[in-house]
């Protein structure tokens, strides 16, 4: 039985996630936290199951760093969130150094490394993201008198079609690396589980991509 997560990068008032099977990203978004944590709760009905969540935790800031109010209210979600999926022993921390670390080899890598050894991990940007126009027909499918097919993207208009990866920014590429952690570290020991639910948020709004 596939196993499926929901990995969440949580934020102070709108958190990154995507629901994950191990081989792509089934559905992804970024949404209000309200909006998240209703969905998480939604009836079975609702969507497929959720076999575990996994959240990327608060780490430790350093001695003596400060941190301000959003971080105590993104522990806050953190803790609604897990309350909402109800199923303890189903629920996994992991740390940015641990994305970090396991993705590109080291604990100071940005996230334009992390997102790029994403990309890579899934053939490249052509195979990962695509969606890059046909120069031969400017993206319109046909070329020349009468509108003919053009042969070179068989008339999709594309000269590499969109992947999986493709409209994916930035909280969403953290909650990838979350998804992808966790994965190749536990999937062995990801088996049947009790089930929770999250509906399709759908596709909404992402923030431009950031390498805060």
């Given at each position: 039985?596939?196993?499926?997560?929901?990995?969440?990068?949580?934020?102070?008032?709108?958190?990154?996630?995507?629901?994950?099977?191990?081989?792509?990203?089934?559905?992804?978004?970024?949404?209000?936290?309200?909006?998240?944590?209703?969905?998480?709760?939604?009836?079975?009905?609702?969507?497929?199951?959720?076999?575990?969540?996994?959240?990327?935790?608060?780490?430790?800031?350093?001695?003596?760093?400060?941190?301000?109010?959003?971080?105590?209210?993104?522990?806050?979600?953190?803790?609604?969130?897990?309350?909402?999926?109800?199923?303890?022993?189903?629920?996994?921390?992991?740390?940015?150094?641990?994305?970090?670390?396991?993705?590109?080899?080291?604990?100071?890598?940005?996230?334009?490394?992390?997102?790029?050894?994403?990309?890579?991990?899934?053939?490249?940007?052509?195979?990962?993201?695509?969606?890059?126009?046909?120069?031969?027909?400017?993206?319109?499918?046909?070329?020349?008198?009468?509108?003919?097919?053009?042969?070179?993207c068989s008339g999709s208009g594309c000269k590499h079609l969109p992947?999986?990866?493709?409209?994916?920014?930035?909280?969403?590429?953290?909650?990838?690396g979350v998804a992808v952690t966790w994965w190749d570290k536990e999937?062995?020991?990801?088996?049947?589980?009790p089930k929770a639910v999250i509906p399709s948020l759908g596709r909404?709004?992402?923030?431009?991509?950031?390498?805060?």
């Amino acid at each position: 039985m596939t196993t499926r997560i929901l990995a969440i990068d949580p934020g102070q008032e709108r958190s990154g996630w995507v629901y994950y099977d191990g081989v792509k990203p089934l559905q992804r978004g970024w949404d209000d936290n309200p909006l998240v944590r209703a969905a998480i709760k939604a009836p079975p009905y609702a969507a497929e199951p959720t076999d575990w969540l996994v959240i990327e935790r608060v780490s430790h800031y350093g001695s003596g760093m400060a941190v301000g109010r959003s971080v105590f209210d993104t522990c806050e979600w953190i803790g609604r969130f897990k309350e909402a999926f109800g199923i303890e022993d189903r629920i996994a921390d992991v740390t940015r150094p641990e994305v970090r670390i396991h993705l590109c080899g080291t604990a100071k890598a940005r996230d334009t490394n992390i997102r790029q050894a994403l990309i890579d991990r899934w053939g490249g940007k052509f195979a990962a993201i695509g969606n890059v126009r046909c120069k031969a027909c400017n993206g319109k499918g046909w070329r020349g008198l009468g509108r003919p097919v053009c042969k070179v993207c068989s008339g999709s208009g594309c000269k590499h079609l969109p992947g999986p990866l493709h409209g994916i920014t930035s909280h969403v590429w953290a909650a990838l690396g979350v998804a992808v952690t966790w994965w190749d570290k536990e999937k062995t020991d990801a088996g049947p589980a009790p089930k929770a639910v999250i509906p399709s948020l759908g596709r909404t709004e992402q923030p431009p991509e950031t390498d805060e």
